[in-house]
């Protein structure tokens, strides 16, 4: 859910407009691996992690000019007031979402691994989403998850191709968008490294 309203500390005249609030919406984990892929591929800043900054203030960031939306992209970023980016800044990661932890304790390949959500999935007309199972036999099951360049995308590979809720054959496409950051990185750190024959982290690092 997006946060309340916020007033910016200095109006920003971008362009032909002047900006004076913003909202900042909660980022899914996909959103957020997407963002990661897309800031490998940037050119500027010269860091990851500015690059996914500049990202996210743009496109997690809903930016208004006397009430009403207005678009602001990435580029548009740097010509913002730093007393505006500091306080944004700080709240990009307030609602990343409760974290989870493993139920079922398993290997992922000769037995399962079961995660309770952190945050539930809510579904129409049934009860929430609270599980989920990870269980891949062959390399193809697991083939993208491998392939990937980093931990976050390998786990939104994971979480979108092996993961499924108990009963299910699969986790659809828009609960896939509903996993929170606070469960992916979750996720990331106790479930993933399974699947890539490395070291699992304690629930408690």
Do not use: C
Request: aromatic residues 4%; glycine residues 6%.
């Amino acid at each position: 859910m997006p946060s309340e309203k916020l007033t910016l500390p200095q109006p920003w005249q971008l362009h032909d407009k002047i900006i004076d609030g913003a909202i900042i919406n909660r980022l899914s984990f996909q959103s957020f691996s997407d963002m990661i892929t897309e800031a490998q591929t940037m050119k500027k800043p010269k860091t990851l992690e500015a690059r996914l900054r500049r990202l996210r203030l743009a496109k997690q960031v809903v930016y208004y000019m006397n009430g009403s939306t207005t678009p602001v992209g990435p580029d548009d970023v740097t010509m913002m007031p730093i007393p505006n980016a500091q306080m944004l800044t700080t709240h990009l990661d307030e609602d990343e979402g409760a974290i989870g932890k493993i139920t079922r304790e398993g290997d992922g390949i000769s037995t399962s691994i079961v995660y309770e959500l952190g945050t539930p999935i809510p579904v129409t007309g049934k009860e929430p989403i609270t599980e989920l199972e990870f269980l891949a036999k062959t390399y193809g099951d697991v083939e993208d998850v491998m392939s990937a360049n980093d931990s976050i995308t390998q786990t939104a590979m994971l979480i979108a191709t092996v993961a499924r809720p108990p009963g299910m054959l699969q986790l659809p496409s828009w609960a896939v968008n509903a996993i929170t950051v606070g469960d992916g990185v979750t996720i990331a750190k106790l479930v993933t490294p399974h699947f890539l024959g490395l070291p699992v982290e304690s629930e408690n690092e």
